[in-house]
């Protein structure tokens, strides 16, 4: 009798979730032993943390168990931090313990990556995963609070600096505008004294756009009180706020919060696992295999993709990172029958940012959207994800349908 391979899953991220969830389906129950490592017990739904964040929906309505989407008869799942992967003896190392694999999906998804602005790690806070967005949207209703309770009012306590005008920053943007008016109304504070200022470093914002839609973002933004400064590199953050460069002069801007959603890299884990590791991603192959090592895929955040007469990688997307997870199954799949490896095939269907619960910006199957149409078809997608992984149970359960 043939022995079981065993095959190893990091991270429970969209990538390593659907990975091991397809894996389940289309895998006989003695064909492998499938084991899913995550530091947690839950997966978070990380396209939905702008929303934490601010405090417009409860953290709770964006995680679920792990243990309720995957099959536990055919799939293991380990609690453990992944310390260390060792490609060429095939080891993953943790703090729960050393294991071997014949086959190891890697997809141990995003950190914050501030490019070395000082200051940036421990005077603002960060949109990364769900203690982060516990405690921004604690912070930002005790803010709220401390103006309204204080007799010296300090107009710092509602200011907000947001670095970074790419697509989390917008998102957290169209979800602020909207918590600050739920907390106006809640503690008796006068609105028009909320300060929310955009910094971007970029002369644009949203690059993967058209004006039309940058347009539209930044009119509804700019109508609900946010003030962007854009072609502002921030140089540093400190207990005021931001340091900002404007011209050859530094100029600081006050407030008592600031949020970083100017940019992620991959674990980083990577960089002391893979050679040739570029902000925690690795450059794959076409069927997503780390090179020189045929058995052993990268995927989701740590995964640099460049499709096939292109010289760019792919962004990091939960579409992506999806699509990948399902591929890598399929492959697994083949490796264990003795079959070829398929190259990966991205489909684009569509990228859709939310300016709040009731509009948007978005590009799908090429043409442009916006408003609530735009805003039905983000609910849309996050629907799909939630549906692909956990089934039609687990999208009715967290209130999809």
Partial sequence: MAEIKKVIVLGAGYA????VTKLQKILPADEAEITLIDKDDYHYESVLLHEASAGTVN??????????VINQERVKFLKGEVVKVDPHAKVVETNNGRFNYDILV?????????FGIKGM???????????TARKLSRHIEDKFANYASSKEKDPKDLAFLVGGAGFTGIEFLGELTARVDELSNKYGVDRDKVKITCVEAAPTMLPMFDDELVNYAV??????????????????????GFLVKVGDEEQQLEANTSVWTAGVRGSKIMDNSFEGVKRGRLVVNQDLTAPGFNETFVIGDVSAYIPEGEERPLPTTAQIAMQQGESVAKNVKNILNG????????????????????????IVYGRNIVGKKAAFMKKVIDTRSIFKIGGIGLAFKKGKF
């Fill in 106 to 114: 890697v997809g141990l998804g995003f950190v914050s990556e501030t």
């Fill in 121 to 131: 790690l421990d005077h603002a806070f960060q949109i990364e995963n769900i203690q």
């Fill in 59 to 68: 953290y709770e309505d964006i995680i679920y168990p792990i243990e309720s």
């Fill in 219 to 240: 009119n509804y933004l700019e109508e609900r009180g946010v003030e962007f400064k854009i072609g502002t590199p921030i140089v540093g953050a400190n207990e005021k």
């Fill in 339 to 362: 079959q070829p490896k398929e190259p990966f095939n991205y489909v684009n269907r569509g990228t859709v940012c939310s300016l709040g619960a009731h509009d948007g910006v978005g």
């Fill in 16 to 19: 390593g979730l659907q990975t």
